[in-house]
C-alpha cells in the first residue's frame, strides 16, 4: 500500500477516545496520547518504517500503555556519552543518592546547630568542604551554575560594565548566553578584542568608571583553534587588582581533580584557577564534578560574603536533597582514588578501552545466536565538558538482518525500559562507556524480543 492510502486509514483523534477502552482514562490525558499516539504512526509511516495502520483495540492498548507509564522514568544509556544533559548528566554515586534519599525522608539539621542548640546556617559544612578542596577562602552554593553567574553579575556588575573578550561570549544548551545573562544582570557588556584574539591591553583600553567586573568565561563547548590568544588568568588579575576590580571566572564543568594521569586534559581544576588569581569561580555541581544540579561559587571573601547576603541567594538556594547529595560526593573528593572509584562520572570517563572491551565481553556472552559483535568507538564526554575531546571506547555494534538499524533503534527507544543508543554507517551501536552492568540482562532480553 502506497505512503498516502496509509496515511488515510489513520483513524481521527474522536473516534479513537470514543472507544471504550480508553472510558477510564480521564480527557485531559486521553486526548493528548491519542494525538502523540497518531503523530508517531504519521512519522513511522512517512520514514517507510511502518507498513500497515494497527488496529483500533491495538492503538487504544497504547494509548493505555503510555498513560501507565510514569513520564519520568529511567533509560539505559547506551550513547556512551556519560554526561548527556538530555539524560540528566551526571549520575549520582550510592553514597550521594543515599544521602538525599536520608535527607528526603526524616528531619535533619539543616539549619540548626546541634553543639549549640539553636538556629545555624545550611550551608556551613559544603562550604568548608569546597573551601578545603580547593583552596579557596570563601564558598557558596545555589541552583545552578547559571544562577550562580547571574547571583554573582547581578551583586558585582549591577548598574556598570562587566568586560569579557568577543572569543568568549558563549552559548550553552541554547538558553544561557552570556549577552542575555549579563544585561539580565542590570550590566552593560562591553566586548573587548576579536572572535580569535584578545589581549591584555584590550581589557586595559576598556577600563573605566563605570568598569565593575572582568569575567572570564569557560569555551566550554567550543574550542578556537589556529591563530589564537586570549588573556590568561595571572595576567587578568594583576590588572584587575591594580584597578580594585574583580576577576569573575565562570569555568562551567568545574573538576575538582587534576584527571591529566588519565589522559584527560583541557579542563583547569578549580583549585589552579583560585590559585592563578580568580576572585571569584562559578562551575556546575553534575557536569565533571559528578554531583547534583548545583551552582558552585568559590573565591575571596571579599567578593564571595556580600553574595551570600544578597536577595537574590535566597531565590536561587538549593533544597536539603541536593545539599546532602553535593555534601556526599564532596566529601569522595577528600581521597582522591576513592573519588575516581565511587563518582560514576569519574569512573566511565577515565574507563580505558581495554576495561570497556572486557565489559562487552561480558554482555556480548549474554547475545549468543544474535548478529553481534564489538567494535573500537570515540565518544565526546557531553555536558559542555572537555569539548573536542573524544574517548577511546568500545560499542557492541548489531547488524539486524530482518529489520533496519533506524527501526530497531526505535523499539528499543520506546520499549518497556528505554534504551538509547546510536544509528551509525546502517548499524546499531550501543556504547559500553555510560551503561551499566545492571543494564545487561535487560539489554539481552529486550534485543532478543526484538530480534526474535
Ligand atoms: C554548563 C555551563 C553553564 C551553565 O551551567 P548549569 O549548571 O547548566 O546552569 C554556564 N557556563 C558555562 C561556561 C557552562 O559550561
Known amino acids: 500500500m502506497d505512503e498516502h492510502a496509509l496515511l488515510r486509514q489513520i483513524p481521527q483523534i474522536d473516534a479513537l477516545l470514543r472507544q471504550p477502552a480508553l472510558s477510564a482514562l480521564p480527557p485531559a490525558v486521553a486526548g493528548p496520547l491519542a494525538r502523540r499516539v497518531t503523530e508517531e504512526l504519521r512519522a513511522g509511516i512517512r520514514a517507510g518504517e511502518i507498513q500497515a495502520v494497527p488496529a483500533l483495540e491495538d492503538l487504544c492498548q497504547e494509548i493505555l500503555a503510555q498513560a501507565e507509564r510514569p513520564r519520568l522514568r529511567e533509560v539505559i544509556n547506551g550513547t556512551g556519552v556519560p554526561l548527556h544533559t538530555n539524560l540528566g548528566r551526571a549520575c549520582l554515586s550510592e553514597a ?220 536561587l538556594r538549593v533544597d536539603k536533597l541536593t545539599l546532602a547529595a553535593l555534601e556526599a560526593t564532596l566529601e569522595a573528593y577528600l581521597d582522591p582514588a576513592r573519588a575516581v572509584e565511587e563518582i560514576p562520572v569519574l569512573r566511565m570517563l577515565t574507563a580505558s578501552r581495554e576495561c570497556l572491551r572486557a565489559r562487552g565481553e561480558a554482555l556480548l556472552a549474554l547475545l549468543e545466536g544474535l548478529p553481534a559483535a564489538l567494535v573500537s568507538t570515540e565518544e565526546p564526554a557531553g555536558g559542555g565538558s572537555l569539548p573536542g575531546q573524544m574517548f577511546p571506547g568500545t560499542a557492541l555494534a548489531l547488524s539486524p538482518v530482518s529489520l533496519t538499524a533506524e527501526e530497531l533503534e526505535r523499539r528499543l527507544r520506546t520499549g518497556e525500559r528505554p534504551i538509547l543508543g546510536r544509528v551509525r554507517q546502517g548499524r546499531y551501536l550501543l556504547h559500553l562507556r555510560a551503561l551499566w552492568d545492571e543494564d545487561f540482562p535487560v539489554i539481552a532480553q529486550a534485543l532478543r524480543e526484538v530480534l526474535a
Open 96 to 315: 550521594a543518592a543515599q544521602a538525599a534519599l536520608d535527607a528526603a525522608r526524616r528531619y535533619a539539621n539543616l539549619e540548626y546547630d546541634l553543639t549549640a542548640g539553636g538556629r545555624g546556617r545550611r550551608h556551613d559544612r559544603v562550604e568548608a568542604l569546597l573551601r578545603t578542596l580547593t583552596g579557596a577562602e570563601s564558598a557558596l552554593v545555589v541552583n545552578n551554575n547559571a544562577a550562580a553567574v547571574l547571583l554573582a553579575l547581578t551583586a558585582l556588575g549591577g548598574g556598570g560594565e562587566v568586560v569579557v573578550s568577543r572569543g568568549e561570549l558563549v552559548e550553552i544548551g541554547g538558553s544561557f548566553r552570556i549577552p542575555e545573562i549579563v544585561a539580565q544582570c542590570g550590566c552593560r557588556l562591553r566586548e573587548v578584542g576579536a572572535t580569535n584574539k584578545t589581549r591584555l591591553r584590550d581589557y586595559q583600553s576598556a577600563i573605566g568608571p563605570d568598569t565593575r567586573a572582568f569575567l572570564k568565561v569557560h569555551t566550554s563547548n567550543y574550542r578556537i583553534v589556529g591563530f589564537q590568544e586570549s588573556v590568561p588568568v595571572p595576567s587578568l588579575a594583576e590588572l584587575a587588582r591594580r584597578h580594585r576590580l574583580p576577576v569573575i571566572q565562570d569555568l562551567g564543568s568545574g573538576c575538582l581533580l587534576d584527571l591529566t594521569p588519565f589522559g584527560i586534559r583541557g579542563e583547569p581544576t578549580v583549585g589552579a584557577c583560585v590559585r592563578a588569581g580568580a576572585d571569584l569561580v562559578t562551575f556546575s555541581g553534575d557536569k565533571l564534578l559528578g554531583g547534583p544540579q548545583a551552582g558552585l561559587l568559590v573565591g575571596a571573601g571579599k567578593w564571595v560574603e556580600p553574595l551570600k547576603r544578597h536577595p537574590l541567594a535566597r531565590a
